[in-house]
């Protein structure tokens, strides 16, 4: 198998150069990280099952977190300076960070404005959609990895399923569209929930995206021969949908869209995310800031870049500049998840952001 085959760039200079002080947000191989994912929180309402135990994590403390200012700032060096042009905002939970409408306001309002995305659970979204919208947030995704409410409440560990449904409904209202629906599928239950999912979002004219479960658990349970893959996802939609490959070029998106018909004649589109079986790093232009101001080049990423401490000695943006671009100039190939001495990140996907 090449590192074509496994969705990784194929070269690199066998010295690499320091990272460049200027231009866009680069790495060695030549990719270009437009795509800035915040996590505001590590904080969660929900108790997922493939995410984090019961009782919860051990969450940081305030002092940790980056404050509204030094977010800010990270943020107007990100889009002024490196040429970021698409911020999402994540969690844990976004909708529990303080000050999300005056972050997104603050996000709006620089220039070159970037696109503003945020990825939630939903849960309280029914009563913030129209705020967010007006303070400028452009879409959002939701997560939903059923819509059966027994199923709901066994993986999430809470019975929430109606505060999410209303959430999609008041967010398709404010006009964030599309409104994309996330789901990570259960093993045992995923591939008819999965149909169900895409039943339901055809009928509100929402979009699907289904996510192979990453190792990415805080319990570092994850097992590669559990988790549902996207072929199989796909040969279960086949089996009550006419799916075919959508004709529009992928670029850098994660998902792998396709176009579905049903019975009725319903049409829309599903996007598939194969971050295991089907890896896309060659393509990959994100860069991840955590909520407690740590630079990660990739989602697996073993290693940090520590801005939050660079702020609080009193470095200035160039200095702040030159490590960001640092640590996007090491980014490796690829995530490693499928070599044989992988290593699962120390941080869960909570502490991470999506």
């Given amino acids: 198998m090449t590192l074509v085959d496994l969705g990784v760039p194929s070269l690199r200079p066998a010295q690499p150069a320091p990272a460049p002080t200027s231009g866009p947000l680069i790495d060695t191989f030549g990719r270009v990280a437009t795509d800035l994912r915040v ?10 099952t493939y995410c984090m135990p019961a009782e919860g994590l051990k969450w940081l403390g305030t002092d940790a977190l980056l404050s509204h200012d030094e977010l800010i700032r990270l943020l107007r060096i990100a889009v002024t300076r490196l040429d970021i042009t698409s911020v999402r905002f994540t969690g844990g939970e976004p909708l529990v960070a303080k000050r999300l409408e005056d972050i997104v306001a603050a996000t709006a309002a620089l220039r070159p404005r970037p696109e503003i995305t945020l990825t939630t659970n939903g849960i ?38 109606a505060d999410v449904l209303a959430g999609l409904r008041a967010a398709k209202a404010a006009g964030l569209n599309p409104v994309k629906v996330n789901a990570v599928l259960d093993p045992v239950t995923g591939l008819d929930d999965a149909v ?32 549902i893959t996207a072929d199989e996802v796909l040969d279960a939609l086949g089996r009550h949908f006419e799916v075919t490959p959508d004709p529009a070029p992928r670029g850098s998106a994660p998902a792998q869209l396709w176009q579905v018909t049903d019975d009725s004649g319903a049409v829309g589109k599903v996007g598939v995310i194969a971050s295991v079986s089907h890896a896309f790093c060659a393509a990959c232009d994100r860069t991840r800031l955590t909520a407690d101001g740590q630079v990660r080049n990739c989602l697996f990423a073993r290693e940090e870049t520590d801005l939050r ?9 160039d200095a702040l500049e030159a490590a960001w671009r640092a640590a996007m ?25 999506g």
């Fill in 39 to 48: 996590s505001l929180t590590d904080r969660c309402n929900l108790r997922c």
């Fill in 124 to 161: 309280g979204l029914d009563k913030r959609a129209a705020k967010l919208r007006q303070a400028g947030l452009d879409r959002i995704n939701v997560s939903l990895d059923t819509v059966d409410a027994a199923r709901f409440a066994r993986i999430t560990r809470r019975d929430r399923l």
């Fill in 196 to 227: 169900a999912l895409l039943r339901f979002c055809l009928e509100h004219e929402y979009q699907l995206r289904i996510i192979e479960q990453m190792p990415l658990d805080a319990e570092h349970r994850w097992q590669r021969n559990r988790a």
């Fill in 309 to 317: 401490r660079l702020l609080r000695s009193g470095a200035d943006d």
């Fill in 329 to 353: 100039w090491a980014k490796a190939a690829g995530h490693g998840i499928n070599d044989p001495g992988f290593v699962q990140p120390d941080r869960p996907m909570s502490a991470i952001g």
